[in-house]
């Protein structure tokens, strides 16, 4: 079984890398090794086990919501915090509830089948989303909404499905108890999440002085209490491991930045892993059987729950209709909804292996159709930016000590930048420092007299908040070009 494993990871990667040009989103290339390795296929593996899947799938979510959570940045969130937090939250809803309605009156399901439906895929995914905005040039604002929205969704998501599976397997016990209970699921979870968040960071503090690899250990330990305390009391652990993850990645302690390489390689490994997982659960022999219910899911999502979500949370904020078109095709669903599809599998639902299928199947067509559209579409809408050269990068400056200062990188695009600039002569901020120049692979220790020249790759040593002001002073003094094609 290792062998076979290995195999199958070292495929993953190779058709990564094969891919990468088509930016082919990481979902499409697990899943289908997954299913090439899978029964119906070469037969290599041979797994059913539901309840498994679904134990897995909740563990790699565990560090996959913790990551999303972390990545979502308090002074990204501020300036659209209102439409963003109420497409991940009212707007989850809203989309299921919608979707219900016409799968619904269409093929006649009853109600709470179809709102369990709707509400398995009523989440984004944000590993496709960032893999393709992130690729392209989008207006900021944009991209920021639809990213941030894809990383905080799975939460409420994850929250409804749970307590909708509930209802099919055991009695509700009333509405008011219903509410109560969904009520707390929501508080709790929140909660939980940002208490567990601020232990974090005080404990991180406490152990600055040990050998950094318990750095890691601890994260590990952090988002396991995170989910582990909340599912103690009843409350949701996926949202509380989210919560844990916003506050400390809006946090401080010591080695923040490489706690954060780690939290991301932990995601990358959870999101492979899960989808591979995922795809070896997939029969395809009997998607014959769902083709038209599963078409049927991605119409509903994508062309009237979606839309009619995006109306009403952005309905009295600044956004056009081609800022609102923009932001309902890029609704890509992914991997929560497929893990989300084996809870009534794993629960003996009625129905729960159809369900299942028709919601891969749903996500299959987003993912190829929507993922492979979205760039033109911003261009048709008239939604795309220049390109930009490669912005400052942050890399770790390795100190037990809080610290505000970051060891950043600045690649002068020969692109767009000429001339040539004297360092003496930048007007940078109090205690910036240009370290190292890197010129044609020779590495160069500057001074004042120094010459930067394009084609170099700068080292600044600055403070976090001062990062685009460097930027911006440092590109300005090249060409025109170059200024409109730095950070911003």
């Known amino acids: 079984m290792l062998f076979i494993s290995a195999i199958i990871l070292i495929a993953v990667v190779l058709m990564a890398a094969l891919f990468r040009q088509w930016n082919m989103p990481l979902i499409i290339i697990a899943l289908g090794m997954g299913i090439v390795f899978g029964s119906d296929v070469t037969g290599l593996v041979h797994f059913d086990d539901a309840i498994m899947t679904r134990n897995l799938a909740d563990i790699a979510l565990i560090f996959i919501l913790f990551a999303g959570g972390y990545g979502t940045r308090r002074q990204d969130l501020k300036p659209i915090v209102f439409p963003t937090l109420s497409l991940a939250t009212i707007g989850v809803l809203i989309t299921a509830a919608v979707s219900a309605v016409a799968l619904h009156l269409v093929f006649g399901w009853k109600p709470l089948k179809a709102l369990l439906l709707g509400t398995i895929i009523s989440s984004t995914d944000a590993a496709a989303i960032f893999s393709i905005l ?233 993912v190829l159709i929507q993922g492979t559209t979205i760039g033109k579409l911003a261009d048709l809408l008239g939604l795309s930016v220049p390109s930009k050269p490669k912005p400052m990068q942050a890399m770790e400056l390795v100190t037990i000590q809080d610290s505000d200062l970051e060891l950043a990188e600045l690649a002068i695009d020969e692109e767009f930048c000429t001339g040539e600039v004297r360092i003496s002569t930048l007007d940078l901020p109090k205690g910036t420092t240009i370290t190292m120049i890197n010129r044609k692979e020779k590495i160069i220790a500057p001074r004042g007299s120094t010459m930067i020249i394009p084609g170099d790759v700068l080292f600044i040593l600055t403070r976090v908040d001062e990062l685009e002001k460097v930027s911006t002073e440092i590109l300005g003094r090249f060409s025109e070009g170059c200024e409109n094609h730095g950070l911003g």
Not at 232 to 260: D, R
Request: glycine share 10%; proline share 3%; with cysteine.
């Open 134 to 366: 992130r690729s392209r040039s989008i207006n900021q604002r944009l991209s920021s909404v639809t990213e941030i929205e894809s990383a905080a969704n799975d939460p409420m998501a994850i929250v409804a499905t749970t307590f909708i599976v509930s209802l099919f397997v055991e009695a509700s016990g009333g509405p008011f108890k219903t509410l109560a209970s969904f009520a707390w699921l929501l508080l709790g979870g929140t909660a939980v999440g940002v208490v567990t968040g601020k232990i974090g960071c005080l404990l991180f503090e406490r152990i600055k002085y040990v050998d950094r690899g318990y750095f890691y250990i601890l994260t590990i330990g952090v988002i396991f209490l995170s989910f582990g305390t909340a599912d103690l009391i009843g409350a949701s652990g996926m949202l509380s491991a989210f919560f844990a993850g916003y506050m400390m990645g809006n946090g401080k302690f010591p080695y923040k930045n490489g706690v954060s390489t780690f939290v991301n390689a932990l995601s990358h490994i959870a999101n492979v892993a899960l989808f591979v997982l995922l795809g070896l659960l997939v029969f395809p022999k009997e998607f014959a059987q769902i083709l038209l219910p599963g078409v049927a899911v991605f119409l509903a999502i994508t062309f009237l729950g979606r839309p009619v979500a995006v109306l009403l949370c952005t309905l009295f904020q600044k956004f056009s209709w081609r800022d609102r078109a923009f932001i309902s095709w890029s609704g890509i669903r992914g991997a929560v909804p497929i893990v989300l599809g084996t809870y009534p599998l794993a629960a003996g639902v009625e129905d729960g292996r159809q369900i299942f299928n028709i919601i891969f199947f749903a996500v299959i067509l987003s």
